[in-house]
């Protein structure tokens, strides 16, 4: 079974930073995908980065593109985390971040698309004051 535990939210002002982890347990041998999306208050969940674990190509959504910067580290063949580097935050960033996996990046249209049952974190928050 697939789990996803990030960490790393927080608060910070405009212009600042914030690394997000999420640890992914449980895929076995092979490329997956690995990445994020956020859902601010009363808004949809939007997709923000991904990558994939086995040649370690990156997307990005185009309002993070140049300022987030998502990366993996594999542990063991079962243990992967992915980071998601925030620099230049601003306070439309403010949301909660969740973390999410699957066999592919299936990003089209600027879309991440997630297979129906693909796991997902419990999500930590980021707030960027002015």
């Known amino acids: 079974q697939v789990q996803l535990v990030e960490s790393g939210g927080g608060s910070v002002q405009a212009g600042g930073s914030l690394r997000l982890s999420c640890e992914a347990t449980?895929?076995?041998?092979?490329?997956?995908?690995l990445g994020w999306f956020r859902q601010a208050s009363g808004k949809e969940r939007e997709w923000v980065a991904a990558?994939?674990?086995?040649?370690?190509?990156?997307?990005?959504?185009d309002s993070v593109k140049g300022r987030f910067t998502v990366s993996h580290v594999s542990q063991d063949i079962a243990k992967n985390t992915v980071y998601l580097q925030m620099d230049n935050l601003k306070v439309g960033d403010t949301a909660t971040y969740y973390c999410?996996?699957?066999?592919?990046?299936?990003?089209?249209?600027?879309?991440?698309?997630?297979?129906?049952?693909?796991?997902w974190g419990q999500g930590t928050q980021v707030s960027v004051s002015s």
């Open positions: 990558i994939t674990t086995g040649d370690e190509t990156a997307y990005y959504s």
């Open positions: 449980g895929y076995r041998g092979g490329g997956f995908c």
């Open positions: 999410a996996a699957d066999r592919e990046c299936n990003v089209l249209g600027g879309q991440w698309r997630l297979a129906d049952n693909s796991p």
